[in-house]
Protein backbone atom coordinates (compact mmCIF):
# COMPACT_ATOMS: atom_id res chain seq x y z
CA UNK A 1 0.00 0.00 0.00
CA UNK A 2 0.94 3.34 -0.87
CA UNK A 3 0.23 6.40 1.44
CA UNK A 4 0.69 10.06 0.10
CA UNK A 5 1.37 12.34 3.57
CA UNK A 6 0.52 16.36 3.78
CA UNK A 7 3.71 16.80 5.80
CA UNK A 8 7.33 15.69 5.49
CA UNK A 9 8.60 16.78 9.32
CA UNK A 10 9.38 14.06 12.12
CA UNK A 11 5.81 12.77 12.55
CA UNK A 12 5.50 11.84 8.87
CA UNK A 13 8.95 10.14 9.39
CA UNK A 14 7.73 8.27 12.25
CA UNK A 15 4.84 7.10 10.52
CA UNK A 16 7.14 5.79 7.58
CA UNK A 17 9.38 3.70 10.25
CA UNK A 18 6.45 2.41 11.58
CA UNK A 19 4.59 1.25 8.13
CA UNK A 20 7.77 0.39 6.54
CA UNK A 21 7.16 -3.16 8.16
CA UNK A 22 3.48 -2.97 7.71
CA UNK A 23 4.53 -3.59 3.51
CA UNK A 24 3.78 0.60 3.00
CA UNK A 25 5.80 3.07 1.11
CA UNK A 26 5.39 6.61 1.76
CA UNK A 27 4.83 9.58 -0.42
CA UNK A 28 5.56 12.97 1.24
CA UNK A 29 4.06 16.42 -0.21
CA UNK A 30 6.29 19.19 1.78
CA UNK A 31 7.57 22.70 0.00
CA UNK A 32 11.13 22.08 2.75
CA UNK A 33 13.85 20.73 0.47
CA UNK A 34 15.21 19.66 3.66
CA UNK A 35 12.20 17.88 4.73
CA UNK A 36 13.59 14.98 7.56
CA UNK A 37 10.71 12.65 6.57
CA UNK A 38 11.99 12.44 2.78
CA UNK A 39 14.75 10.40 3.28
CA UNK A 40 11.91 7.48 3.97
CA UNK A 41 9.76 7.98 1.27
CA UNK A 42 9.44 10.02 -2.36
CA UNK A 43 9.17 13.89 -1.68
CA UNK A 44 7.26 15.92 -3.68
CA UNK A 45 8.59 19.51 -3.42
CA UNK A 46 6.30 21.99 -3.54
CA UNK A 47 3.65 23.81 -1.52
CA UNK A 48 0.58 22.51 0.42
CA UNK A 49 -1.92 24.87 -2.19
CA UNK A 50 -0.03 23.47 -5.46
CA UNK A 51 -3.15 21.49 -7.60
CA UNK A 52 -0.37 19.97 -10.18
CA UNK A 53 1.49 18.43 -7.01
CA UNK A 54 -1.41 17.12 -4.95
CA UNK A 55 -3.34 15.43 -8.50
CA UNK A 56 0.00 13.94 -8.68
CA UNK A 57 0.32 12.61 -5.04
CA UNK A 58 -3.61 11.57 -5.60
CA UNK A 59 -2.52 9.69 -8.78
CA UNK A 60 -0.09 7.59 -7.14
CA UNK A 61 -1.04 7.06 -3.64
CA UNK A 62 -3.76 5.03 -2.22
CA UNK A 63 -4.80 7.39 0.14
CA UNK A 64 -3.79 10.41 2.50
CA UNK A 65 -3.01 11.53 5.39
CA UNK A 66 -1.15 14.20 7.04
CA UNK A 67 1.41 15.13 10.00
CA UNK A 68 0.46 17.92 11.58
CA UNK A 69 -2.54 20.75 11.64
CA UNK A 70 -1.29 23.99 10.29
CA UNK A 71 -1.84 22.26 6.63
CA UNK A 72 -5.28 24.36 4.81
CA UNK A 73 -8.19 22.43 5.01
CA UNK A 74 -8.79 23.18 1.69
CA UNK A 75 -6.46 20.74 0.67
CA UNK A 76 -7.15 18.28 2.37
CA UNK A 77 -10.85 18.76 0.62
CA UNK A 78 -9.49 19.27 -3.16
CA UNK A 79 -7.03 15.78 -2.62
CA UNK A 80 -10.67 14.19 -1.24
CA UNK A 81 -12.14 14.72 -4.59
CA UNK A 82 -9.55 12.01 -6.41
CA UNK A 83 -8.46 10.03 -3.55
CA UNK A 84 -9.22 8.65 0.22
CA UNK A 85 -8.20 11.18 2.34
CA UNK A 86 -8.35 10.55 6.80
CA UNK A 87 -8.79 12.17 8.98
CA UNK A 88 -11.58 14.05 6.83
CA UNK A 89 -11.42 17.99 5.72
CA UNK A 90 -14.12 18.81 8.66
CA UNK A 91 -11.58 17.87 11.80
CA UNK A 92 -9.06 19.78 10.55
CA UNK A 93 -10.53 23.17 9.91
CA UNK A 94 -12.03 22.58 13.31
CA UNK A 95 -8.99 21.87 14.55
CA UNK A 96 -6.50 24.57 13.28
CA UNK A 97 -8.76 27.17 14.56
CA UNK A 98 -9.07 27.98 17.92
CA UNK A 99 -12.46 29.37 17.78
CA UNK A 100 -13.98 26.65 15.88
CA UNK A 101 -12.31 23.71 18.04
CA UNK A 102 -13.36 25.53 21.42
CA UNK A 103 -17.50 26.40 20.02
CA UNK A 104 -17.22 22.29 19.63
CA UNK A 105 -16.29 21.42 22.64
CA UNK A 106 -18.78 23.59 24.56
CA UNK A 107 -21.24 22.14 21.53
CA UNK A 108 -20.72 18.75 23.50
CA UNK A 109 -20.53 19.94 27.05
CA UNK A 110 -16.98 19.63 27.62
CA UNK A 111 -15.48 22.15 30.18
CA UNK A 112 -13.13 24.50 28.63
CA UNK A 113 -12.05 28.13 29.49
CA UNK A 114 -13.97 31.10 29.16
CA UNK A 115 -13.12 32.15 25.55
CA UNK A 116 -13.86 35.19 23.03
CA UNK A 117 -13.32 35.57 19.70
CA UNK A 118 -11.22 38.58 19.17
CA UNK A 119 -11.23 40.69 15.53
CA UNK A 120 -9.57 44.33 16.82
CA UNK A 121 -8.09 45.86 19.93
CA UNK A 122 -11.81 47.37 20.85
CA UNK A 123 -13.14 43.37 21.06
CA UNK A 124 -10.11 43.10 22.87
CA UNK A 125 -10.75 45.79 25.79
CA UNK A 126 -14.37 44.38 26.18
CA UNK A 127 -13.35 40.17 26.32
CA UNK A 128 -11.00 41.47 28.72
CA UNK A 129 -12.97 43.32 30.88
CA UNK A 130 -15.84 40.18 30.51
CA UNK A 131 -13.51 37.88 31.41
CA UNK A 132 -11.09 39.56 33.52
CA UNK A 133 -7.42 39.05 33.63
CA UNK A 134 -4.99 36.78 34.07
CA UNK A 135 -6.20 36.12 30.47
CA UNK A 136 -4.18 34.12 27.10
CA UNK A 137 -4.67 35.70 23.53
CA UNK A 138 -4.14 33.64 20.98
CA UNK A 139 -3.56 33.89 17.16
CA UNK A 140 -6.97 31.49 15.94
CA UNK A 141 -4.67 29.37 13.61
CA UNK A 142 -1.22 28.98 12.65
CA UNK A 143 0.12 28.88 17.09
CA UNK A 144 1.69 26.00 18.25
CA UNK A 145 4.58 25.10 20.58
CA UNK A 146 3.81 28.97 22.39
CA UNK A 147 3.74 30.49 19.47
CA UNK A 148 1.30 32.76 18.15
CA UNK A 149 0.23 34.04 21.89
CA UNK A 150 0.74 36.15 24.74
CA UNK A 151 -0.11 35.93 28.50
CA UNK A 152 -2.14 39.56 29.82
CA UNK A 153 -1.27 39.65 33.15
CA UNK A 154 -2.30 43.00 33.88
CA UNK A 155 -3.65 46.27 32.16
CA UNK A 156 -0.77 47.53 30.53
CA UNK A 157 -0.46 43.98 28.56
CA UNK A 158 -3.98 44.45 27.16
CA UNK A 159 -2.87 47.95 25.41
CA UNK A 160 -1.41 46.85 21.48
CA UNK A 161 -2.19 43.69 22.47
CA UNK A 162 -3.81 42.58 19.33
CA UNK A 163 -1.29 44.54 17.27
CA UNK A 164 1.23 42.64 18.68
CA UNK A 165 -0.21 39.46 17.37
CA UNK A 166 -0.52 40.93 14.10
CA UNK A 167 -3.33 42.33 13.97
CA UNK A 168 -4.99 38.51 13.04
CA UNK A 169 -8.16 36.84 14.13
CA UNK A 170 -7.39 36.01 17.79
CA UNK A 171 -9.34 33.93 20.48
CA UNK A 172 -9.06 35.01 24.29
CA UNK A 173 -9.01 32.15 26.56
CA UNK A 174 -9.47 33.18 30.59
CA UNK A 175 -6.32 31.74 33.06
CA UNK A 176 -6.82 28.35 34.12
CA UNK A 177 -5.28 27.61 37.65
CA UNK A 178 -4.39 24.13 36.90
CA UNK A 179 -2.70 21.92 39.09
CA UNK A 180 -1.49 19.97 35.90
CA UNK A 181 -1.47 19.36 32.33
CA UNK A 182 -2.85 15.43 30.93
CA UNK A 183 -2.92 14.31 27.27
CA UNK A 184 -5.02 11.39 26.13
CA UNK A 185 -4.49 9.77 22.96
CA UNK A 186 -6.94 7.82 21.34
CA UNK A 187 -6.97 5.89 17.80
CA UNK A 188 -10.35 5.39 15.76
CA UNK A 189 -10.77 2.57 13.14
CA UNK A 190 -12.87 3.09 10.13
CA UNK A 191 -15.51 1.41 11.39
CA UNK A 192 -15.83 3.28 14.19
CA UNK A 193 -13.88 0.75 17.05
CA UNK A 194 -12.37 3.15 19.01
CA UNK A 195 -9.08 2.60 21.56
CA UNK A 196 -6.81 4.77 23.87
CA UNK A 197 -3.70 4.95 25.03
CA UNK A 198 -3.06 6.22 28.94
CA UNK A 199 -3.07 9.92 30.26
CA UNK A 200 0.48 11.33 29.87
CA UNK A 201 1.34 13.69 32.37
CA UNK A 202 2.94 16.73 30.48
CA UNK A 203 5.43 19.13 31.39
CA UNK A 204 5.85 22.56 28.99
CA UNK A 205 9.09 24.87 29.45
CA UNK A 206 8.31 27.92 27.58
CA UNK A 207 4.79 26.36 25.68
CA UNK A 208 7.02 23.49 24.51
CA UNK A 209 6.38 20.14 25.41
CA UNK A 210 9.56 19.14 27.79
CA UNK A 211 8.10 15.77 29.46
CA UNK A 212 5.43 13.20 28.86
CA UNK A 213 5.33 10.65 31.45
CA UNK A 214 2.44 7.20 31.04
CA UNK A 215 -0.07 7.52 33.90
CA UNK A 216 -0.97 3.94 35.92
CA UNK A 217 -4.71 3.71 36.53
CA UNK A 218 -4.67 7.66 36.30
CA UNK A 219 -8.49 8.41 37.81
CA UNK A 220 -9.86 10.94 35.42
CA UNK A 221 -9.10 8.02 32.44
CA UNK A 222 -12.60 7.38 32.13
CA UNK A 223 -13.72 11.26 31.95
CA UNK A 224 -10.52 11.98 29.62
CA UNK A 225 -11.83 9.13 27.67
CA UNK A 226 -15.93 10.43 27.82
CA UNK A 227 -15.08 13.81 26.11
CA UNK A 228 -12.29 12.62 23.39
CA UNK A 229 -14.72 9.71 22.28
CA UNK A 230 -17.64 12.87 21.94
CA UNK A 231 -15.65 14.72 19.44
CA UNK A 232 -13.93 11.76 17.68
CA UNK A 233 -17.77 10.56 17.41
CA UNK A 234 -18.69 14.08 16.19
CA UNK A 235 -16.35 14.18 13.80
CA UNK A 236 -16.50 10.87 12.27
CA UNK A 237 -13.08 10.76 13.15
CA UNK A 238 -10.25 8.27 11.28
CA UNK A 239 -6.62 8.16 12.89
CA UNK A 240 -4.97 8.93 16.05
CA UNK A 241 -5.92 12.36 17.56
CA UNK A 242 -4.99 13.67 20.95
CA UNK A 243 -6.65 15.93 23.62
CA UNK A 244 -4.64 18.30 25.71
CA UNK A 245 -6.32 18.70 29.36
CA UNK A 246 -5.85 20.99 32.03
CA UNK A 247 -6.59 19.04 35.85
CA UNK A 248 -8.29 21.68 37.61
CA UNK A 249 -10.74 21.30 41.02
CA UNK A 250 -10.16 16.86 40.33
CA UNK A 251 -11.64 17.32 36.83
CA UNK A 252 -10.81 18.20 33.33
CA UNK A 253 -10.76 21.14 31.33
CA UNK A 254 -10.33 21.42 27.55
CA UNK A 255 -7.11 23.10 26.11
CA UNK A 256 -7.55 21.95 22.49
CA UNK A 257 -7.16 18.87 20.21
CA UNK A 258 -4.77 17.94 17.57
CA UNK A 259 -5.58 16.05 14.53
CA UNK A 260 -2.11 13.89 14.45
CA UNK A 261 0.11 11.65 15.97
CA UNK A 262 1.40 13.59 19.07
CA UNK A 263 4.79 14.57 20.65
CA UNK A 264 3.08 13.37 24.03
CA UNK A 265 2.47 10.14 22.41
CA UNK A 266 6.41 9.41 21.33
CA UNK A 267 6.43 7.38 24.12
CA UNK A 268 4.55 4.75 22.64
CA UNK A 269 7.18 3.66 20.40
CA UNK A 270 8.71 1.78 23.01
CA UNK A 271 6.12 1.85 25.62
CA UNK A 272 2.94 0.23 24.72
CA UNK A 273 2.08 -3.06 22.86
CA UNK A 274 1.54 -0.94 19.46
CA UNK A 275 2.83 2.72 18.75
CA UNK A 276 0.66 5.42 17.98
CA UNK A 277 2.49 5.90 14.38
CA UNK A 278 1.41 1.94 13.69
CA UNK A 279 -2.18 2.58 15.02
CA UNK A 280 -2.83 5.65 13.04
CA UNK A 281 -1.78 3.38 9.73
CA UNK A 282 -3.60 1.01 10.72
CA UNK A 283 -6.54 2.85 11.32
CA UNK A 284 -6.44 4.85 7.96
CA UNK A 285 -5.72 1.95 5.56
CA UNK A 286 -8.56 -0.23 7.10
CA UNK A 287 -6.58 -2.43 9.28
CA UNK A 288 -7.78 -3.96 12.60
CA UNK A 289 -6.28 -1.76 15.50
CA UNK A 290 -3.42 -2.84 17.57
CA UNK A 291 -3.02 -3.42 21.50
CA UNK A 292 -3.05 0.50 23.33
CA UNK A 293 -1.73 -1.55 26.33
CA UNK A 294 1.28 -0.13 28.62
CA UNK A 295 4.52 -2.34 28.72
CA UNK A 296 6.28 -1.34 31.60
CA UNK A 297 6.87 2.73 32.74
CA UNK A 298 7.22 5.16 30.17
CA UNK A 299 8.71 8.47 29.52
CA UNK A 300 9.42 10.73 26.38
CA UNK A 301 11.63 14.05 26.93
CA UNK A 302 12.40 16.29 23.94
CA UNK A 303 15.72 17.27 22.41
CA UNK A 304 15.47 20.80 21.21
CA UNK A 305 18.09 23.12 19.21
CA UNK A 306 20.54 20.22 19.41
CA UNK A 307 20.57 15.83 20.26
CA UNK A 308 23.29 15.03 22.89
CA UNK A 309 26.28 12.82 21.39
CA UNK A 310 24.48 9.41 20.43
CA UNK A 311 26.69 7.14 22.84
CA UNK A 312 26.13 9.65 25.60
CA UNK A 313 22.25 9.01 25.33
CA UNK A 314 22.64 5.30 24.81
CA UNK A 315 24.91 5.01 27.88
CA UNK A 316 21.82 5.46 30.04
CA UNK A 317 19.63 2.17 30.26
CA UNK A 318 16.31 1.53 29.23
CA UNK A 319 16.80 4.75 27.25
CA UNK A 320 15.72 4.94 23.30
CA UNK A 321 17.19 7.71 20.94
CA UNK A 322 15.18 9.44 18.13
CA UNK A 323 16.97 11.36 16.21
CA UNK A 324 14.71 13.25 13.44
CA UNK A 325 17.75 13.89 10.87
CA UNK A 326 17.02 17.42 10.98
CA UNK A 327 19.44 20.98 11.22
CA UNK A 328 20.13 22.24 14.39
CA UNK A 329 18.38 25.31 15.65
CA UNK A 330 17.83 26.77 19.02
CA UNK A 331 14.39 25.94 19.97
CA UNK A 332 13.59 23.56 17.32
CA UNK A 333 12.51 20.01 18.17
CA UNK A 334 15.39 17.53 16.78
CA UNK A 335 14.81 14.31 18.25
CA UNK A 336 13.59 13.00 21.81
CA UNK A 337 14.59 10.01 24.19
CA UNK A 338 11.95 7.82 25.23
CA UNK A 339 12.48 5.82 28.81
CA UNK A 340 10.83 2.40 29.55
CA UNK A 341 11.93 1.17 32.89
CA UNK A 342 10.17 -2.19 35.15
CA UNK A 343 9.05 0.09 37.86
CA UNK A 344 8.25 4.42 38.68
CA UNK A 345 10.84 4.59 40.73
CA UNK A 346 13.67 3.55 37.90
CA UNK A 347 11.57 5.65 35.31
CA UNK A 348 12.06 8.82 38.01
CA UNK A 349 16.25 8.59 38.12
CA UNK A 350 16.72 7.54 34.27
CA UNK A 351 14.37 10.63 33.87
CA UNK A 352 16.77 12.64 35.69
CA UNK A 353 19.70 11.02 34.10
CA UNK A 354 18.14 12.36 30.57
CA UNK A 355 17.82 15.74 32.65
CA UNK A 356 21.12 15.98 33.47
CA UNK A 357 22.54 14.80 29.97
CA UNK A 358 20.37 17.49 28.19
CA UNK A 359 22.19 20.03 30.75
CA UNK A 360 25.59 19.84 29.43
CA UNK A 361 24.60 20.83 26.55
Not at 73 to 90: I, N
Amino acid sequence: MKIGVIGGGQLGRMLALAGTPLDMNFVFLDPAPDACAAALGEHLLAGYDDPEALRRMAESVDLVTFEFENVPAETVAFLSQYVPVYPVAESLRIARDRWFEKSLFKELGIPTPEFADIQSQADLDAAVAAIGLPAVLKTRTLGYDGKGQKVLRQPADVSGAFAELGSVPCILEGFVPFTGEVSLVAVRGRDGETRFYPLSHNTHVGGVLNLSIASTDHPLQALAEDYISRVLTRLDYVGVLAFEFFEVDGGLKANEIAPRVHNSGHWTIEGAECSQFENHLRAVAGLPLGSTAKVGESAMLNFLGSVPPTDAVLRIADCHLHHYGKAFKAGRKVGHATLRCQDAATLQARIAEVQALIARG
